[in-house]
């Protein structure tokens, strides 16, 4: 049997202070490293993930979409809403535009 | 008779060859000598290496500068003089391209961003038998723009020594790129925050629109399986403040295909430019809604996302973005009406300006954006 539980996590001070671009061959600090290395795995693993935002210097529209796009691809909508909490305190509209790149992309789950 | 004939032919060619020594010592007292295996830049740029250089034959062309080099009034000028250079220096037949500088008495920070990309490139690609050379500008104040914008220093040429020493604009120098990365952003915007203070959240939307155009550059802009002469995934970005007025300016370059080209890939654009939707309106649509060559919706949230950082600005500051891309050219403003205009020369690649300034509306009384308001456009151009 799995042990599950809720998970913290910062994405300043565990993953960086610089995200990137989309994809990892881009460059450092990219959505496509946060997701696979972080995101998935964390989600995967928890009972409910809520993931701080603040404190980075921003993000880029297709770093979110990578990220937490994709989440939503992968998972659809329903089970992403039920297991993620997102937290920006630095920015307050970041938050619905993570919601909305997930629902986007939740139109191509399966 | 045949005699006299030989003398004077000697004379001539004596003539010929002291006139050349002569040009050769003065070229040299100016130290200008372009040297194209000494691109001193932090990083390499990623050459396509299928192309294969164009072999010059014999002669010397002189690439006379225009007087001025602006993306205002002079547009077509300057892109036309942009495009004849990368020509003469990857396709002339002569062996030796002297550039000569000096009757240039204006040009702007974005003008100068593209003639040293140009010239990087053409360093990069050119034949090996032919070389560069060039004259200073006679004008201090040009000459001290290029110094200022490392126009000297990228092209590892040592800046004039009558550029004005005095100035009370901070310029940054070119940062070229080729990867996606935001500490690079964040160093440029963190540079001007030591005269101009932005808003947390104008700070972020900018921050996020030069990251998205770093990626964008590495999306779409370059063609990877071509033959042409491109610096593959490389990008300008510079800015330039100026401290007695606090204003702040962005620029963003790239030599991709260019914004139109490359939605025109997709059938349904196709379809729309066929029925009369020309560039400029192709670059509104990007802006302003978003507009994508791919199939997902997913895709094509970059562009809108750079309008952001104007839309946070406080209100009584002015400030627009301008998209200058193949034919298209448009100009956004949060209050003023949109303005997509064509210009004549296709301009080869991507050129983003942002430009805030905090005293000044940069709308006209007619509620059309006011390019001659932004200091981008003007102060500079002396």
Known sequence: ?110 | MRHLLTKRKKRLLREQVLQRIREKRRIARLDVIYNPNKVSTEHRPLVNRKYSPHEPTRGRAVLKFPKKMNFRGDIDETIYFLDKLKKEILYGDSTEVLLDQKALDSITPETAIILVSELQRCIQYKSMKKRLRGTHPDSPAVARILTDIGFYSCLNIKSPPHAEEKSSRAFFRIMPGNRTDARIANRLVSHFEKVVSFEPIARKRLLAALIECMDNVHNHAYRKDGISPDLIGEWWMAGFVDESVGQVGFIFYDQGVGVPTTLKEKWAVKIKTLVGMNDAELLQHAVLEGITRRKSERHGNGFPSFKEFINEIPAGTGGFLRVISNKGDYSYCRNARSNPTTVEIPLNGTLLIWSIHPNKETVDKDGRIDLSSEGLQTRLAI
């Open chain 1, 1 to 110: 049997m799995s042990t599950k539980h809720d998970c913290f996590y910062n994405v300043a001070k565990e993953f960086s202070m610089f995200p990137g671009g989309r994809l990892k061959e881009h460059g450092p600090d990219s959505g496509e490293e946060f997701r696979d290395d972080i995101l998935i795995p964390l989600f995967e693993e928890c009972d409910l993930l809520t993931i701080d935002l603040t404190g980075t210097i921003t993000y880029g529209a297709s770093f979110l979409d990578e990220s937490f796009g994709e989440l939503g691809k992968r998972y659809g909508l329903a089970a992403v809403k039920n297991k993620l909490k997102l937290i920006a305190n630095d920015d307050p509209m970041l938050v619905d535009t993570i919601w909305e790149k997930v629902r986007i992309a939740s139109k191509e789950y399966k």
